[in-house]
């Protein structure tokens, strides 16, 4: 049962408007939760991070919420840029002792110049 | 500047073959994990080790055995492949803990025939 959903599997936006991909979660154990990108034959990379005792965290155009009431996150990327267009994959860590992520099913988010 | 390097990239099996997967990671990490990509599946955990010496289990173990041989390396083997098993795998690691990042390598294709 997947703990971790990610709804739309794609979005198509245009250069320098604002992309929103969302993550739902079910499990009220999660504690961090993560925004990994990726590139086609590459690994995921670190993207953007929060913990749950926040509820907004800004890096650059990236910025992730937290509603934890509605066991929901989104990432916001403004100004999105052609090379934003990659899968973007939500991922939820919680106190659960072993320390390893569960994945959401990804988002291919496609920036139109 | 390697980070987390993954051997093979590439291979295809027969049914019924071993291979073992290496990984090795030089960012002094005490947590190392195998994940696998699947189309619409996300990533999910194979095998973890928490700190070395330790492996446990995550999502999806069966058909797989991993070693960690030391600090930095950490194995993934099939015994006795089957189509099933067909997938692109990760190797990660991270610091350890909980509220950690996860660092991803570059990924290995594995086709079985």
């Known amino acids: 049962d997947q703990q971790v959903k990610q709804n739309s599997p794609s979005l198509s936006v245009q250069e320098g408007r604002i992309s929103i991909l969302n993550c739902d979660y079910t499990?009220?154990?999660?504690?961090?939760f993560l925004w990994y990108k990726k590139y086609p034959a590459e690994g995921p990379t670190f993207l953007i991070s929060?913990?749950?005792?926040?509820d907004k965290n800004e890096d650059g155009r990236f910025t992730v919420f937290l509603n934890k009431s509605a066991k929901h996150l989104s990432l916001h990327i403004v100004p999105s840029q052609p090379g934003d267009s990659a899968v973007y994959f939500c991922a939820a860590s919680g106190k659960t002792g072993a320390n390893n992520l569960f994945f959401g099913t990804g988002t291919r988010l496609t920036v139109i110049p | 500047n390697a980070g987390v390097t993954q051997t093979p990239k590439f291979q295809v099996l027969k049914t019924g073959q071993s291979m073992t997967l290496q990984c090795a990671q030089d960012m002094n990490h005490n947590s190392m994990y195998w994940y696998r990509q699947d189309p619409g599946m996300g990533l999910r955990l194979i095998y973890y080790s928490a700190s070395e010496g330790t492996t446990d289990k995550g999502e999806v173990p069966n058909g797989y055995n991993v070693s960690r041989l030391n600090k930095r390396e950490f194995s993934l083997r099939l015994e006795s492949a089957a189509p099933s098993q067909t997938s692109v795998y990760f190797c990660?690691?991270?610091?350890?803990?909980?509220?950690?990042?996860?660092?991803f390598g570059e990924g290995s294709w594995l086709t079985v025939v």
């Open positions: 499990n009220s154990m999660f504690d961090y």
């Open positions: 990660a690691s991270s610091p350890g803990g909980l509220g950690n990042t996860i660092y």
């Open positions: 929060i913990s749950s005792i926040k």
